[in-house]
């Protein structure tokens, strides 16, 4: 059964910094582009980054741009999200995403994505 499975969420103070790593399970990541997205309460999910499948491109959303960073490791078969300089605003379930020779393009859709994770809940406090 082929998965990917968030963790490193958790609650920290405005300013701080958390690592969400996406591993995969049941295949290799070298060859899926990934995708990370985010869900507030009462609000509809939006795409925070992506990477393509082969690294070479990334993408952010203008609300994390200069903040979040997304990168890859084969070796560990995980993607990683580094999250920096976090606000209340930033609180979410954070969910990664896997696409099959995934691109990464600037407007970061769901609908490309066809394997979910069970999401991490990610929550700032000010």
């Known amino acids: 059964q082929l998965q990917v499975v968030e963790s490193g969420g958790g609650l920290v103070q405005s300013g701080g910094s958390l690592r969400l790593p996406c591993a995969a399970s049941g295949f290799t990541l070298d060859h899926y582009g990934i995708g990370w997205f985010r869900q507030a309460p009462g609000k509809e999910r939006e795409g925070v980054s992506c990477i393509s499948s082969s690294g070479g491109s990334t993408n952010y959303a203008d609300s994390v741009k200069g903040r979040f960073t997304i990168s890859r490791d084969n070796a560990k078969n995980t993607v990683f999200l580094e999250m920096n300089n976090l606000n209340p605003d930033d609180t979410a379930v954070y969910y990664c995403?896997?696409?099959?020779?995934?691109?990464?393009?600037?407007?970061?859709?769901?609908?490309?994505?066809?394997?979910w994770g069970q999401g991490t809940q990610v929550t700032v406090s000010s």
């Open positions: 995403a896997a696409e099959y020779l995934g691109g990464c393009p600037r407007l970061i859709r769901m609908q490309p994505f066809d394997i």
